[in-house]
């Protein structure tokens, strides 16, 4: 079986941070920062994109702005107080290898961000695949996914898509993949269930009993 990881919100509590340094940037730009719960709603999509959703009417460059202080906040948090996995997430994560299962990470972090996270905690290779927002496209579309399933050689009904947003809910609902929802990141599980989850996971290591 392969399971495809989101990140953060799913394996990684950094929803924290995401919104901090991104209300941290607007304030940069002298604006009003933007309300917790709308930043919480673009977590999931690649930063172009979110930042789109967020400041709809915003020109090419001030977003160009946006982003770079985005980016800088974030690093700067993350390096004084780096984002720790979710409980149970690493020894499920074990115990899903030991399986014999393939993990793979579906991300909107970039290329750049994944594998500095990956490097921070010792996790080089230990996925056996990913994808990021800014080397394909960004969720909801599915493409990450084929991508993936392309890579590892193997079916939509033989793989699963484990997520905390509706982005990924409806990504994988779009590859006719199964879908795992998580009631504890971004996006609240009334905002999962329309999906129609195989599961919606309360703690992570619920994952190692549901029946594939």
Not at 101 to 128: C, N
Not at 160 to 188: C, F, K, L, N, Q
């Amino acid at each position: 079986m392969l399971y495809i990881f989101d990140w953060d919100g799913t394996l990684s509590d950094s929803t924290g941070t995401i919104v901090t340094a991104m209300q941290r940037a607007a304030e940069d730009l002298g604006w009003q920062r933007p309300e917790r719960d709308d930043v919480r709603n673009i977590i999931g999509l690649g930063l172009p994109e979110a930042l789109r959703v967020l400041y709809p009417e915003i020109d090419a460059a001030t977003a160009e702005r946006l982003r770079a202080l985005y980016s800088e906040h974030f690093l700067a948090i993350d390096q004084a107080e780096p984002a720790q996995f979710y409980p149970r997430v690493m020894d499920s994560l074990e115990a899903l290898r030991q399986e014999g299962h393939q993990l793979a990470v579906a991300t909107g972090k970039s290329r750049r961000g994944l594998d500095r996270v990956l490097t921070r905690l010792k996790l080089d290779g230990y996925f056996h695949a990913s994808r990021c927002a800014d080397e394909t496209a960004s969720k909801p579309d599915p493409q990450m996914l084929h991508e993936l399933l392309l890579q590892f050689g193997t079916q939509a009904s033989q793989a699963v898509m484990v997520g905390d947003t509706e982005y990924d809910m409806e990504m994988a609902r779009r590859a006719e993949m199964p879908r795992i929802a998580v009631s504890y990141g971004a996006h609240a599980a009334e905002r999962l269930h329309p999906y129609e989850p195989a599961l919606c996971m309360d703690c992570f290591s619920e994952i190692l009993a549901w029946q594939r």
